[in-house]
């Protein structure tokens, strides 16, 4: 069975960090460009972070560049996002994305929940 599964959401303090997970099973991401989204209440969802398997380049949207950070682990078919020094307006559902890069199937997780308040 085909699927991402989101972890390590959460309830963080302003300046705080988190490291969320997308694990992928049935497929490998090495093969995937893929990506974190998010979507804040009453918001359209938008990308924080990619990165392309083709060419190996990374994206980060403006709002978070110097403080987020995407890795992946090859080995345990997974991507994180290294979130730090957070902010109330980083609150949000994260969603993790991966693509084929061979045949454009898409998969998305459920979203995992980051709540940043005081």
């Known amino acids: 069975q085909v699927q991402l599964v989101e972890s390590g959401g959460g309830l963080v303090q302003p300046g705080g960090s988190l490291r969320l997970s997308c694990a992928a099973s049935?497929?490998?991401?090495?093969?995937?460009?893929i990506g974190w989204f998010r979507q804040a209440p009453g918001k359209e969802r938008e990308a924080v972070s990619c990165?392309?398997?083709?060419?190996?380049?990374?994206y980060y949207a403006d709002s978070v560049k110097g403080r987020f950070t995407i890795s992946r682990d090859n080995a345990k078919n997974t991507v994180y996002l290294q979130m730090n020094s957070l902010k109330p307006e980083d609150t949000a559902v994260y969603y993790c994305?991966?693509?084929?890069?061979?045949?454009?199937?898409?998969?998305w997780g459920k979203g995992t929940l980051v709540t940043v308040s005081s």
């Open positions: 990165f392309s398997r083709s060419d190996g380049s990374t």
């Open positions: 994305n991966a693509q084929n890069r061979f045949n454009g199937d898409n998969y």
């Open positions: 049935g497929f490998s991401l090495d093969n995937s460009h």
